[in-house]
């Protein structure tokens, strides 16, 4: 797979970086082609790499001492991912790195990408940047788990997979998302069987419908109403 410097200006720690500083990324990193299903690292190993995605769409999820799985966010390509060994090192991943189907990304040396950074105060400020954008989106996360009902925190995560990777669907005003109700459960913190009646009663009232590895919102403006605790 043949990546360029002007597909790294795509990603936004990249941005500012210069031709030639873009070709000592790619001349220190090799791309990784990962299965759907499969892990591009686990959360405990050394981050060694951090990574771009190229190609398809992974989740990063986090596991608690009982062994319940939270998937913090979905990565879509050109998004960079991993990258705490940048900043620190001898860190390890926080987190695990899972293909949500066929997934290639460039893994970058992170001891490279540190000195880099310590060189150039641009890529440092936009890395910092790029995590300071992470930590509200986590912050925004654990408010809605104290505070919000089921019904509103599964409506806003799929209001937000609807913004980041919906696709418009064949029925009229739908937006496809490819992701199980498994995944779904992972993201709002709650069990599968509680998001399978959830789902199955928004598909009786004709918000929603649902497949395998799919969930299509036919009448968003409802789910709006309940991610924001609205009357009907």
Excluded: C
């Excluded at 986090?62 to 090192?89: D, K, N, T």
């Excluded at 399978?196 to 419908?209: D, H, N, V």
């Amino acid at each position: 797979m043949n990546i360029s410097s002007s597909d790294l200006k795509q990603v936004i720690v990249f941005q500012r970086a210069t031709d030639e500083e873009l070709q000592l990324i790619l001349k220190n990193s090799i791309v990784r082609m990962v299965e759907e299903n499969g892990f591009f690292f686990f959360q405990g190993d050394s981050a060694n790499y951090l990574y771009v995605l190229v190609r398809g769409r992974a989740k990063l999820l986090q596991a608690s001492p009982q062994g319940q799985q939270v998937s913090l966010r979905i990565i879509h390509p050109w998004q960079m991912f991993g990258a705490l060994g940048a900043v620190r090192q001898e860190a390890t991943y926080p987190a695990t790195a899972q293909a949500l189907e066929e997934s290639s990304a460039l893994a970058i040396e992170s001891g490279f990408l540190r000195a880099l950074v310590e060189k150039n105060p641009r890529i440092s400020f936009d890395l910092m940047t790029l995590m300071t954008t992470y930590i509200q989106e986590m912050q925004a996360r654990y408010r809605e788990l104290a505070t919000e009902r089921v019904e509103q925190r599964v409506a806003n995560a799929l209001i937000r997979l609807a913004g980041q990777s919906g696709l418009k669907s064949s029925k009229e005003a739908g937006i496809e998302l490819s992701f199980s109700r498994q995944d779904v459960a992972e993201m709002t913190g709650t069990t599968l069987y509680t998001i399978s009646r959830l789902l199955s009663e928004w598909e009786r009232q004709g918000y929603i419908e649902t497949g395998r590895e799919r969930i299509t919102i036919l009448k968003p403006h409802d789910l709006v109403r309940i991610a924001e605790n609205l009357e009907k």
